[in-house]
């Protein structure tokens, strides 16, 4: 289906900042010309949410979470950036396996099974997800979706 993908952001962001911590902002900017998507905005909706709950949840009080979208000649990209507790390197390639959770998640509540969904569901829709953390600095998501 095609949507907007400003209106779409715009809408789900004012959803996720009645659940962030106190002073914890999503900042959203999008670049391109063009707004349009092809994609299953249900799909996509659920995946994001995942990613900017992760982000709330993994962060503290008075930081910011910057969401992006991008969409240009050769698809979209989708990144959520947050300056949580990061996930230890060595742990980073088990990240998307149902009921990883990584050791320094201390007694922060999770079952493990958000980002194995996301990996599902954006492949379902012919994109791709990568992760880049560092411990105690933060964690960038970022949702590829090549145009055919
Ligand atoms: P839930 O099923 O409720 O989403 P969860 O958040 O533990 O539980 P995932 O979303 O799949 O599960 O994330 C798996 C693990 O990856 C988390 O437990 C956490 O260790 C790590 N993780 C995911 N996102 C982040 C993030 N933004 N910052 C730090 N660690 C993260
Ligand atoms: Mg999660």
Do not use: W
Request: one cysteine or more; proline letters at 3%; a negative charge.
């Amino acid at each position: 289906q095609e949507f907007d993908i400003v209106k779409f952001s715009e809408d789900l962001i004012e959803e996720m900042q009645m659940i962030a911590k106190q002073n914890q902002n999503i900042v959203y900017q999008h670049t391109g010309t063009a707004s349009t998507v092809n994609l299953d905005p249900a799909l996509l909706k659920n995946s994001v949410i995942n990613l900017i709950s992760n982000a709330i949840k993994y962060s503290g009080e008075n930081t910011f979470i910057e969401f992006n979208t991008e969409v240009s000649e050769s698809g979209l990209v989708i990144t959520v950036k947050d300056n949580g507790i990061g996930i230890p390197e060595e742990e980073q390639k088990n990240l998307f396996e149902p009921f990883f959770r990584a050791h320094n998640t201390g007694n922060i509540p999770g079952t493990g099974l958000g980002l194995n969904i996301v990996k599902r569901y954006v492949g379902l829709m012919g994109g791709e997800v990568f992760c880049k953390s560092a411990q105690d600095h933060g964690t960038t998501v970022t949702l590829l979706f090549n145009k055919l």
